[in-house]
C-alpha cells in the first residue's frame, strides 16, 4: 500500500519525468518490439493450423530426443523464438501445450533453453546504435545461442519425454503436415482473424507491462543518486532496454559494455520475466524452472562472451 501511494505520489509531482517514460516505452514498442515480434506471431498461428508444428516435430524428432531428451515438437518453439525473440518463447509454448502437442513438463522444459534476444535488436539496435561495432553484436549473438543449447544440454536429463527412436523420414514428415492440413475444418478468413487478435493482445500485454517497469525505473532514478554503473544494472534487473541505455553511455571499453549487455539481454529484465509470467499464467508449465534456467544463462553468456572477444 506504501509502495502504491508512493508512486501515486511521484506521478503526480513529477508528471513530466513520467510522461517522458511512457513516451519512451511506446517509442520502444512502436520502433522494436511490435515491427519485430507482430509478422512471427501471425505467421506462427498460421503455421501451426497448416501442420508446421507436425513438420518441424518429424523432421527434428530425433535431434531433439537424443540431445535434449524432449518431444520432437518442442523443435518449433525454439526455431521460431531463436528467429522472433523473447518473450514470443512463452507464446509459442503456452500454444503447443493448449493443443496437446507438448505436456506441462515439457513446455516447462524447452522455456528453459529457448529464450533468445530478437536477432534485428541484437544486430541493429545494440551493435550500431549502443556500441557502434557489428563485430560485438556478432559475439553476443552467438553467445546467446551457444549458451541456450549449453543450458538445454545441462537440463536434458530434467523431466525427460518418452524416446520413440524413430528414424529420420522426410516423407513421414511431409504426410503428417498433409493430414493436419486437411482435417483442419478452420477457414482460412477465420484463421486470419484470429491470428491477428491474438497477436495484438500479446502485444498490448508486452506494451504494458514494459510502460510499468519504465515507469518504476524512472522513479528509482529520481529518488535514488545513483552511479552509473549501479543504474545500469539496477534497470537492466527490471526493465532491459532503459538497462542497455545506460550502459551504453558507461565511461569505458566496447568490450566491457558487451560482456554487460550480454549479462542483461540473457537474463532478461523482470519486464520480460512479467511478461512470460503474464502468457503461461493459465496453463500448468512453471515459472521457477526459466527464472533459474535465465540466472544459469547470464553466468554462461557472459563467459562465452569473454572467451570471444
Known sequence: MICLIVCGYEI??????????????????????????????????????????????????????????INGNAAFVFIMSLISGSPSNAKYTRELYLQNKLSAKEASKILMFSHFSNPLFILGTISIT???DKRLGLIIMFSQYISNVIIGLIFRNYNPSKITN?????????????????????????IITNSLVNSINTLLLILGVITTFLIITTIIDNNFHLSLLNKSLISGLLEMTQGLKHVSLLNTSNNYKAILICMIISFGGLSVHTQVLSI?????????????ARIIHAVIASIICILLI
Open 166 to 190: 524413430d528414424k529420420f523420414s522426410f516423407k513421414n514428415a511431409i504426410m503428417q503436415m498433409h493430414y493436419k492440413r486437411i482435417n483442419n475444418n478452420k477457414r482460412f478468413g477465420t
Open 130 to 132: 549502443f556500441l557502434n
Open 280 to 292: 503461461i499464467s493459465d496453463t500448468e508449465i512453471k515459472y521457477k524452472p526459466f527464472l533459474l
Open 12 to 69: 503526480l509531482s513529477e508528471s513530466k519525468t513520467i510522461m517522458d517514460a511512457v513516451s519512451f516505452s511506446f517509442n520502444i514498442w512502436i520502433t522494436n518490439v511490435f515491427p519485430s515480434l507482430f509478422p512471427f506471431f501471425v505467421l506462427s498461428e498460421i503455421l501451426m493450423n497448416y501442420g508446421f508444428i507436425e513438420l518441424i516435430g518429424e523432421l527434428f524428432k530425433p535431434l531433439f530426443e537424443k540431445l535434449f531428451k
